[in-house]
């Protein structure tokens, strides 16, 4: 089926006020994780579910940030009390099963915020 | 821990020129190392992956081949198209200590006609 879709592709906030982004999935898939891509810098890995539990939260920068799953499917990322720094492109990608590291991670278009 | 180091960018190239992007890494046990690729307002897509020494990927042209003795996997290409123009990311993946994906800061690519 299709790939995996995030919404929005663009969002624009001032600081202070909370943002949530989506992601969709490949149908099927039971891993899904969530990037953010600062300007010049790599891919920081934030969080992965494993269906709707959440087996690393490692990556999650400070407590405004939370992630949840549910059905197994659509997941979203929310940041609390938005702060300039949090101005990145935010990546979600998924993969079959998660438990293999031959696993191919398959990524969507990203959602770009801007916190003015 | 682990991570990837890969060259800094941007490369410029001309059409036809010989593309090397350096990547090394750090890593415990034996990762499996991937090379994705951004396309100008796309997502990223697996380029091409090796997951024991020795191996090579390739895909579209490209290669890499996982030297575990200098721990390197570096991506080549003998002749650059126009179209090549990405910005190219390392990754590592652990057998150990979970299932994120490290990548690399990316490596930008001009390829001039």
């Known amino acids: 089926g299709a790939g995996v879709s995030q919404s929005p592709s663009n969002k624009v906030t001032e600081k202070g006020k909370d943002v949530e982004l989506r992601c969709d999935p490949i149908s099927g898939h039971t891993a899904l994780y969530w990037y953010r891509q600062s300007l010049g810098q790599g891919l920081e890995f934030l969080i992965y579910?494993?269906?709707?539990?959440?087996?690393?939260k490692s990556g999650l920068p400070s407590d405004r940030f939370s992630a949840e799953r549910t059905g197994g499917s659509v997941s979203t990322l929310t940041i609390q009390r938005t702060q300039q720094e949090d101005s990145a492109v935010y990546l979600c990608?998924?993969?079959?099963?998660?438990?293999?590291?031959?696993?191919?991670?398959?990524f969507g278009p990203g959602t770009r915020l801007l916190v003015l | 821990g682990n991570s990837v180091t890969q060259m800094e960018g941007p490369v410029t190239l001309s059409e036809e020129a010989f593309l090397t992007i350096n990547c090394t890494y750090t890593a415990t046990g034996y990762p499996s190392l991937f090379w994705y690729v951004q396309y100008p307002g796309e997502g990223l897509q697996l380029l091409l992956k090796a997951t024991k020494a020795d191996d090579k990927g390739s895909n579209k042209g490209f290669e890499a081949t996982y030297r575990k003795e200098t721990t390197s996997f570096h991506l080549e290409k003998g002749s650059v198209q126009v179209s090549d123009s990405a910005v190219y990311f390392c990754a590592l993946r652990a057998n150990t200590g979970g299932f994120k994906t490290i990548f690399g800061a990316g490596t930008r690519l001009f390829v001039k006609a």
């Open positions: 990608a998924s993969s079959l099963e998660g438990t293999g590291f031959l696993e191919t991670q398959y």
């Open positions: 579910f494993q269906g709707n539990s959440a087996p690393d």
